[in-house]
């Protein structure tokens, strides 16, 4: 089977032209089958427990089956088809009654028990200890000190979640695959061109014969902003905040419900009193109400000053007629409108200055600035005909494989991430990167330059920003390479480096006009940037209420009605009634496809605490492109992953811990 095997292609990428959905099946179950011998074997061996012959043994045991699952669920995402999302059904439970039959194997347990008790004498390196140390808590955490009924309770409830992640995200997607709403000619008055080819392109994606609006966000937003029919935009904004709580097969409520039932139940399994207690225990936050101290902290002043902007976005809605109050599908359109009038500048004067060729060349620029990288793009066969892969090398040394996937497409899920179909490591042998960013921007016509907003820009430098840290992660264990860390410290990489597309010296060689050739004018780009904290309180307010709903559903026994709690929590924060969550329950994927931000979307803002203070530690010395700064973001953040605890990593780059003000300052809400 080509899945199973050691693939004899250029960088080791996976040979995409030769794999069929009809392989997926039985290579999983063989690497299952694989793996599973294989921890076996280390659970019965007689031999005395060391870190190589069970830490390191276990992920020699489980390369073959990550091999096959990192294939697959990369297809998953960025491809999806009713095969794949059949397989994804099929392997959900598969895989999760493969991880606890290890994590519930006592033997191996009692292996790595004798190892983290003997550590002291085992002449362990740093790296290694830290390996060791991940490794007993991820088993501990898994209930493998569970016995009997509780263990088998254990068992089950980890693999009704995995089906019902699953199911979730399958839902969401269906409903903004299915979902679009045919357009006019009249319908598109008011709408800049390059929102019409964005809806004539996404009807050709559609088979409809004329342009159309769906739930793409990089569609569904500039038609919130530009759209002068405030019918069509309420019947548009209600389909997108409506995804996964329409009723029928595609509803997320109950799913949610169940999701938060079973958290709960496994925290208190483990000796926890709620969920977010067992999740942020790991984290820098450490505690909730750390957290809700950090988001309260900021809810404050930019609840404050989204008050003051909706009054005077709902005084512009009186001038063109139409009497309050301010609804959630007009403050886009009018936020849009005050910033020409604030600023001097739209989004249509923009836009042909941000080409995607460009902005991906800009993120490259930076980061051969800054960590010495050079890109050279090569044709090899990727999942889509969209996708392209760049060679990194540094010195003229192989670095790694960078994939970007940029489009929005039906069979693709929304938002934009970074994932590696390779880590890296040194040992058990040495392995080079292979990331991939995804992202979800509006494809042109063919024919047309693929243009983004500035939102979108930075969208792609934040993404560039996690790539980073998997490709110059220079650590011995794979375990603890790239993102592998606490969940709250991920974003500090990604969300830094969009200061740099914010550099004017940046823009000002980037930022070219996609039909003259000429760099973006001084006034423009000064413009651009004196609006760069413009509507903040917006962009804050929904924000916080997503992070706030999520960690207070997590810290109790779950809701009998999930939407009401949802409504009763904004109203305890005082959520104004034209600003709507950025994740409503039913389709905040973040937190129900699976459990990595659940209690921890806060992490954003977390992280973006250290990022705005990381940045100014730039300002302070050398600007931007300080080599001194530069070489020490690089040494002691993004070459060490998980090696280190986050909080040591910062403290060595910065020298101290950050406290909320950088924020404040950056956001414009000090």
């Known amino acids: 089977m080509i899945l199973l095997n050691t693939w004899q292609t250029p960088f080791g990428l996976a040979p995409f032209d030769r794999i069929l959905d009809s392989d997926f099946s039985p ?6 089958e694989i793996a599973l011998a294989g921890i076996l074997e280390i659970a019965e061996s007689s031999e005395i427990p060391t870190f190589e012959n069970t830490i390191i043994a276990q992920e020699v045991a489980e390369s073959v089956l990550e091999q096959v699952a990192s294939v697959f669920y990369t297809l998953a995402g960025c491809d999806s088809n009713v095969v794949r999302e059949e397989l994804q059904r099929e392997f959900a439970p598969k895989i999760s009654a493969y991880s606890s039959t290890v994590s519930s194997n006592k033997k191996l347990f009692e292996r790595i028990e004798y190892l983290w008790s003997n550590r002291s004498s085992l002449n362990l390196s740093p790296e290694q200890e830290r390996v060791l140390m991940l490794t007993h808590r991820s088993f501990v955490r898994a209930g493998s000190q569970l016995k009997g009924k509780a263990a088998d309770r254990m068992a089950q409830i980890k693999s009704r979640l995995a089906t019902l992640g699953t199911n979730f995200t399958q839902n969401l997607l269906a409903d903004e695959r299915d979902w679009f709403l045919n357009l006019t000619d009249a319908d598109l008055l008011g709408l800049p061109d390059f929102v019409v080819a964005s809806a004539r392109a996404a009807g050709q994606e559609k088979g409809a014969n004329g342009p159309v609006v769906t739930l793409s966000r990089s569609l569904t937003v500039p038609f919130l902003q530009f759209s002068e029919r405030r019918d069509l935009r309420e019947i548009v904004y209600k389909a997108w905040t409506s995804r996964g709580a329409n009723g029928g097969a595609t509803d997320n409520r109950n799913a949610a419900t169940e999701t938060l039932e079973l958290r709960h139940e496994k925290a208190t399994l483990l000796g926890f009193d709620c969920f977010a207690d067992f999740k942020l225990t790991t984290e820098m936050a450490k505690t909730p109400r750390r957290v809700r101290e950090l988001l309260m902290e900021v809810w404050a002043p930019a609840k404050a000053c ?61 980061a051969s600035r800054l960590f010495g990288l050079s890109f050279k793009e090569v044709k090899q066969p990727l999942y889509h005909p969209d996708a392209r892969v760049w060679e990194v090398s540094r010195n003229g040394r192989h670095l790694a494989l960078f994939i970007g996937d940029y489009f929005a497409r039906s069979s693709k899920r929304s938002g934009a991430w970074c994932s590696a179909l390779q880590s890296q490591r040194k040992k058990p042998d040495m392995r080079s990167p292979i990331v991939i960013n995804v992202c979800n921007f509006a494809k042109p016509i063919e024919g047309e330059v693929p243009l983004l907003s500035f939102d979108d820009a930075r969208t792609l430098f934040h993404e560039f920003g996690h790539a980073l840290h998997q490709m110059l992660s220079a650590v011995t264990y794979s375990a603890v390479s790239g993102t592998s860390v606490a969940r709250d410290f991920v974003e500090l990489p990604s969300q830094l480096y969009e200061h740099w597309l914010e550099q004017p010296e940046v823009l000002q060689k980037f930022a070219i006009h996609a039909e003259t050739g000429e760099p973006m004018p001084r006034d423009l780009l000064k413009r651009m940037l004196g609006a760069a904290n413009f509507d903040m309180g917006f962009q804050t307010v929904e924000y916080i209420a997503s992070a706030l709903v999520d960690l207070t559903f997590h810290e109790g026994p779950a809701p009998v009605d ?82 280190e605890d986050a909080e040591q990593l910062y403290l060595a780059f910065r020298g101290r811990m950050p406290d909320a003000s950088a924020l404040l300052k950056n956001r414009g809400l000090d």
Request: a negative charge.
């Open 562 to 643: 999930i939407m009401a709690r949802q409504t009763e929590i904004l109203s305890e924060i005082n959520m104004p009634d034209a600003i709507g969550m950025r994740h409503a329950t039913p389709q905040f994927a973040h937190v129900f496809a699976g459990d990595g931000y659940s209690s921890a979307y806060y992490s954003y803002m977390w992280s973006e605490v250290m990022d705005a203070d990381a940045f100014a530690s730039f300002e302070s010395l050398g600007g931007a492109f300080d080599p001194e700064r530069a070489q020490s973001l690089h040494d002691c953040i993004l070459s060490k992953g998980g090696s």
């Open 27 to 32: 290579a999983m179950d063989k690497a299952l």
């Open 306 to 366: 989204a008050d003051i902007d909706a009054k005077i976005l709902e005084k512009m809605m009186e001038k063109d007629g139409i009497r309050g109050p301010l609804k959630a599908w007009d403050w886009r359109y009018y936020a849009e409108k005050r910033r020409l009038a604030d600023h001097n500048l739209n989004e249509t004067e923009l836009k042909p200055y941000l080409k995607l060729e460009q902005m991906i060349a800009a993120a490259f620029d930076c």
